[in-house]
């Protein structure tokens, strides 16, 4: 079955500290990836996608994101990790239809 | 812009009781409209999604259904709620049916059936 998979229930950094969340995926073709970030009892935001073309995607709040064909990745990465950046990160990907199959979630915890 | 509104944002329902969750989109026409449900703080499962409407489609057997009276109005209902219907609800939408879209998501509603 095609899906994204997040193998980190959990990642810890230093605030300052570079911050990776990682993503891999299992998809035929073409895949249209996504990025969400939920904050406690909110919604999801959107954070960036890719789509096609450049490799490395840059979205909201300085996070960014490489696509990596050949290791079927899909890592969200930001330089300097805030104390704000806490939350629960979700990658996805594109069915048909527009619909979006989540991951299950990493939860990032940046500490001081 | 464009904004998705979602009410209840909490409510508490005992078992056997009719559920009604709206949300609404406003400063877009004809949007894709989606219902999620998030179970246990991580997983999230596509519920229902339309194109149009009266055009609904279920993505998985359930206790609820949903229904768009208006083009952006999007409503998930249950007649009778089970102790397992609780869970934080998600409506979410995203501009027509082409690949690549972003979908938006609604702040959520929050039911505990007790």
């Known amino acids: 079955a095609q899906s994204v998979a997040q193998p980190e229930d959990q990642v810890n950094v230093a605030e300052g500290n570079p911050l990776t969340v990682k993503c891999t995926y299992s998809v035929s073709g073409n895949p249209y990836l996504f990025w969400y970030v939920q904050y406690p009892n909110r919604g999801l935001q959107f954070l960036l996608k890719?789509?096609?073309?450049?490799?490395l995607v840059k979205g909201s709040y300085g996070f960014e994101a490489e696509f990596n064909k050949s290791q079927t990745s899909f890592h969200l990465k930001k330089p300097s990790a805030l104390v704000s950046d806490s939350a629960l990160y979700f990658c996805?990907?594109?069915?048909?239809?527009?619909?979006?199959?989540f991951g299950t979630g990493t939860q990032l915890k940046v500490e001081l | 812009s464009q904004t998705i509104h979602q009410w209840p944002a909490t409510l508490v329902q005992p078992v056997g009781s009719p559920l009604s969750l709206e949300c609404t989109v406003e400063g877009t026409s004809n949007p894709n409209l989606y219902w999620y449900r998030q179970a246990a703080g991580r997983g999230l499962q596509l519920l229902f999604y339309?194109?149009?409407?009266?055009?609904i489609s279920s993505e998985v057997p359930q206790n609820l259904s949903a229904s768009r009276p208006q083009d952006r109005q999007f409503i998930l209902s249950s007649k009778k709620l089970l102790l397992s219907d609780s869970g934080f609800y998600l409506c979410?939408?995203?501009?027509?049916?082409?690949?690549?879209?972003?979908?938006?998501f609604g702040e959520g509603s929050w039911l505990t059936v007790v």
């Open positions: 996805a990907w594109e069915g048909g239809g527009n619909k979006l199959t």
């Open positions: 890719y789509i096609t073309g450049d490799n």
């Open positions: 339309s194109i149009g409407i009266g055009q």
């Open positions: 979410a939408w995203s501009a027509g049916s082409g690949m690549g879209n972003t979908i938006y």
